[in-house]
């Protein structure tokens, strides 16, 4: 079976986040699944077989991180959609059948894609006793995001705060049930981006998310509603970056980004 290397919000190869992809005829044991992503030992990697015709969803999707199966992942899902429409399995929009529902990912005539995704709900919590000292920064507010994501989101004073984080991992891990989400406002929107961000998901396997399309489910009301827009650009500032343009409608936001194929070859196990 092929087997792909994706980077994913991101049009230039080695930036984005990479998650493998592989299109089957059915989902095999899941000690094959966890032995595969161990094996390709990206943030997630994606697994797909197609459907019956006539149902809710075209694709079953699951996600795999090194460690164990997640609820939902944006990146890896963009680069499903970006393989099934480059290799021509799937043309024009395709519904995914997935843990997290029915979730859809749309391309555009520009090569992007925007995936359609729950809005994460967000739970005002107080700042829990040693993430100040986990993080190397303090914490203006502190949310609850949810069943889909189960991170811990934090705002910190600015942008400078965010991008020069160094935390303490494994510290980290006692705050969340997966992690932690640092953001804060741009410290100048003319630079095509209106926050910035970055996720710590040490529960699972991934001390430094790259880019991650899940947090901007709760980064896209987090910020609307402070910014006084629906439609934002955020900078996820990992080593690897990426650029994520979110669209809150309700209870959906739409997450839009480019992707490109950087490896096939062939699975032999």
């Known amino acids: ?50 459907l019956p015709e006539g149902g809710d969803a075209d694709w079953a999707l699951r996600w795999f991180t090194p460690t164990t199966e997640v609820a939902m992942c944006g990146h890896a899902t963009l680069a499903t959609a970006h393989v099934l429409h480059t290799t021509g399995a799937h043309e024009g929009t395709v519904r995914f059948a997935t843990r997290s529902g029915v979730l859809i990912a749309t391309p555009a005539p520009d090569g992007s894609v925007t995936l359609d995704f729950p809005t994460a709900p967000l739970t005002p919590v107080e700042i829990p006793d040693g993430v100040a000292e986990a993080l190397g920064a303090e914490p203006l507010t502190a949310f609850d995001t949810g069943r889909n994501i189960r991170d811990l989101l934090v705002e910190l004073a600015d942008e400078k705060t965010v991008v020069g984080l160094a935390p303490d991992h494994k510290a980290l891990a006692a705050h969340s049930e997966r992690g932690i989400i640092a953001t804060a406002r741009a410290e100048d929107p003319g630079r095509g981006y209106d926050f910035v961000s970055r996720c710590f998901f040490p529960n699972v396997g991934i001390d430094e998310d790259p880019v991650t399309g899940s947090a901007h489910t709760a980064l896209a009301p987090y910020w609307s509603e402070r910014l006084g827009s629906t439609v934002l650009t955020g900078l996820q500032a990992s080593a690897r970056s990426g650029l994520v343009r979110t669209e809150l409608r309700g209870d959906r936001t739409l997450l839009t980004g480019r992707a490109v194929t950087v490896i096939e070859g062939e699975l032999l196990a």
């Open 1 to 50: 079976m092929r087997i792909r290397i994706v980077d994913a919000f991101t049009d230039r190869p080695f930036a984005g986040n990479p998650a493998g992809v592989l299109l089957l005829d059915a989902f095999p044991a899941d000690d094959w699944l966890r032995h595969v992503a161990l094996e390709v030992n990206h943030a997630e990697t994606a697994f797909a077989h197609r």
